[in-house]
């Protein structure tokens, strides 16, 4: 890893490929959740199996932690990296031109989504692991559905929520296509549909998670 990471190329094809895994977590994540919308007993099974498997819980989930870090670590870098060699600003930049906002703006998106998954581990991740290991409170299946319907009681809440998800999609629909790109995926055969395949990704994703916190906030 400290080989892959000491150049800048390097940094790159290690970015995507934290990208690549946090998709597939992010596919995961989405179709369990969407389970929620069929009633408490298939979500709270699925939810169940993902709470107290020891794969999940011992091999999967920190290794999904450790991800998400490495991937918002190794993008402060690269932006700092990137700053840095250009001390100078160009004498004639037409950003709005030359590249689309959030491709200049991932910084940003990135810092928001970075605060709102802090709301979201300690609504979830803080509250299970409370639960299951400080509280040391016995297995109760029925109470996954309940916990995550009762979070989206607050309209400012889903309201964030809602609002993060959107910033997820504009940072999804650069990030995306920035990552086949890092790890050389461009042809002019294939380069088309990645792009359109990651254009309706960035939509259906956040759009997911949207529905799930819509009809929980409006089934109260």
Excluded: C
């Excluded at 150049?7 to 970015?15: E, Q």
């Excluded at 932006?79 to 590249?99: H, L, Q």
């Amino acid at each position: 890893m400290a080989s892959l990471t000491s150049s800048s190329i390097g940094r790159k094809y290690a970015m995507a490929l934290s990208a690549f895994f946090l998709l597939s977590f992010l596919i995961l994540h989405l179709v369990v959740n969407l389970l929620s919308l069929f009633g408490p007993t298939v979500y709270n099974n699925a939810s169940n199996f993902m709470g107290y498997n020891p794969l999940v819980q011992f091999v999967m989930q920190p290794i999904l932690v450790a991800g998400v870090i490495f991937h918002f670590v190794m993008g402060f870098v690269l932006e700092i990296r990137n700053n840095a060699a250009r001390p100078v600003k160009y004498g004639v930049n037409n950003p709005s031109e030359n590249s689309t906002w959030m491709s200049r703006n991932m910084i940003i998106s990135g810092l928001v989504i970075l605060a709102f998954l802090g709301l979201h581990m300690y609504d979830f991740w803080y509250h299970e692991m409370s639960y299951k290991y400080i509280e040391g409170l016995p297995v109760e299946q029925e109470r996954f559905w309940t916990d995550l319907h009762s979070k989206f009681q607050s309209p400012i809440r889903t309201g964030i929520y809602i609002i993060s998800f959107i910033l997820l999609g504009l940072h999804l629909a650069h990030g995306f296509q920035s990552s086949f790109q890092s790890v050389g995926a461009r042809h002019p055969k294939y380069t088309p549909a990645l792009k359109a395949f990651g254009n309706w990704f960035s939509i259906i994703i956040p759009a997911g998670f949207i529905v799930i916190a819509l009809f929980h906030f409006l089934t109260q």
